[in-house]
């Protein structure tokens, strides 16, 4: 039986609907194709990248993966240390930037993608409401800080990151705030449950889908995830297997490892 599908995205008076996706692509040395495919078939706002091509010609990748996917390039790759954001027209980016974190020698470079984006304020949105003249009905709009991350493999190295990306979303001030990722750490792991102490686990808190991330030839661990702070209503979330428009064959194919999709409602801010 296909899996029913999330929410779509849309912009009203009281809230808006975004739909995020997290996804390893393993600096598409797999089909980029069906990689594409499987990207386009979520309908995401947001896409957190991890392992994001990061060396020859890696902006050239990056922008195809973005064209073909219909999606815009926000921030991140080689500058990131491999997390990327991309984004689609609903949402304005007020604010993008990478972030280095410190290294242990021996260990692999790791990094934040971040990107502040408003929805629904501000500019045109496609899922907006019209007044009488065309224009969206509210001129607001939603913020949400997002932060694609890739911890590392080491422990004592990713309970930290785990601490740093806490901090991270912390500094953003922001309403609302997403964390997206390749934690390398299952839900009983120290650095997981660190996050998820402060975060919401989306998985944990609306299951849709399936759960396990890795790998896609033998689902059985969930080390990959999408957390939201609070006043972030979390509609749900859990990989899109099943989904119309998604096969097995690409899931197989795109990367080693299956995507995390949520659909996130965000009630607007009063002013204050």
């Not at 050239?60 to 926000?74: D, H, I, Q």
């Not at 003249?133 to 990151?161: I, K, M």
């Not at 601490?163 to 120290?190: E, F, Q, S, T």
């Not at 297997?241 to 965000?266: E, K, M, N, Q, S």
Request: proline content about 7%; overall charge negative.
């Amino acid at each position: 039986m296909p899996l029913a599908d999330l929410p779509g995205s849309t912009t009203g008076p009281d809230a808006a609907v975004v739909r995020v996706l997290s996804y390893n692509i393993r600096s598409m040395r797999d089909d980029r194709e069906a990689l594409a495919r499987v990207i386009r078939a979520c309908t995401p706002d947001v896409v957190c990248v991890q392992e994001a091509p990061r060396f020859f010609r890696w902006r050239k990748a990056a922008a195809w993966l973005a064209r073909e996917t219909g999606l815009v390039y926000t921030t991140g790759g080689a500058t990131a240390a491999g997390p990327m954001i991309l984004t689609s027209l609903r949402a304005h980016v007020e604010h993008a930037e990478d972030t280095l974190l410190p290294r242990v020698p021996g260990l692999h470079q790791r990094g934040f993608a971040t990107a502040v984006l408003r929805f629904g304020g501000g500019h045109r949105d496609p899922g907006a409401r019209e007044s009488g003249d065309g224009a969206p009905e509210s001129a607001d709009g939603v913020r949400l800080g997002v932060v694609s991350c890739h911890l590392s493999l080491a422990e004592a190295e990713r309970y930290e990151q785990a601490g740093l990306l806490l901090d991270h979303l912390a500094a953003l001030d922001v309403p609302y705030a997403i964390a997206a990722g390749d934690i390398n750490d299952r839900p009983d792991g120290l650095a997981f449950r660190r996050i998820a102490g402060k975060l919401r686990d989306g998985w944990a808190t609306e299951p849709w889908g399936s759960e396990a991330t890795s790998n896609p030839k033998d689902p059985h661990q969930r080390i990959d995830a999408v957390f939201a702070s609070e006043g972030v209503e979390i509609i749900g979330c859990g990989v899109p297997t099943g989904l119309p428009g998604i096969t097995d064959t690409d899931l197989l194919a795109a990367t080693d490892h299956l995507p995390v999709l949520a659909a996130l409602r965000l009630p607007r801010v009063a002013p204050v």
